[in-house]
């Protein structure tokens, strides 16, 4: 079943907020797909904090800890903008898992494997928003746009950080070799 046939029914018959039907579904169901990957993404992030161990552990379980925070938050934004646009949020953990493009993570146990899974889930993330902003500003939903785009220079900031800890990882590898 597509995302599509998850949406097809409005949660109202008030047009409160005087959006063409048709130009929202765009949006809706991109917002979908965003809550699909936030969901699958802060469940990979509960799995590392977790499962971190070794010399990095004090400083990423507690990243990890931020960033899942941070996700959780998101989630629930995500879907009450689904709501007041009048549509109903998937909501079941096996849509969750059919629809994402973020791909749930094995049990890792390399810190480097752990942040270069975060930084691949963020570019898919990145990129849901970007097609979920393109979509919003077709139909004139400043809201959305608002919204998705702050949580998208966010999350690029949030890479940008986890890229140079990364970098520095392969510096201490290419000095230890
Ligand atoms: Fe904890």
């Given amino acids: 079943m597509k995302i599509q046939d998850k949406i097809n029914q ?9 959006y063409s039907e048709s130009d929202l579904l ?5 917002l979908n797909q965003l809550l699909a990957n936030y969901h699958v ?8 904090h977790w499962n971190i161990a070794g010399r990095s552990f004090f ?4 990243k990890f800890e931020l960033l899942y925070n941070d996700a959780r938050e998101k989630i629930d934004e995500i879907a009450e903008r689904i709501l007041t646009l009048r549509h109903h949020p998937i909501s079941r ?16 146990h390399s810190d480097t494997e752990m942040v270069s899974t975060i930084l691949k889930d963020h570019k898919e993330i990145i990129t849901t928003m970007r097609t979920t902003i393109e979509s919003a500003g077709k ?10 785009g702050g949580f998208l220079a966010n999350l690029e900031k949030q890479s940008w950080m986890l890229d140079a800890w ?10 230890e070799s």
């Fill in 10 to 18: 409005s949660v109202s018959t008030i047009n409160y907020l005087g």
């Fill in 26 to 30: 765009d949006t809706v169901n991109n």
């Fill in 93 to 108: 953990l096996t849509d969750y898992l059919n629809f994402s493009t973020v791909k749930e993570s094995k049990i890792l």
């Fill in 59 to 62: 400083d990423l379980h507690e």
């Fill in 41 to 48: 993404y802060y469940q990979n992030l509960r799995n590392f």
């Fill in 166 to 175: 990364l970098q520095n990882q392969d510096d201490k590898v290419s000095k």
């Fill in 139 to 148: 139909a004139g939903d400043e809201g959305t746009i608002d919204m998705v």
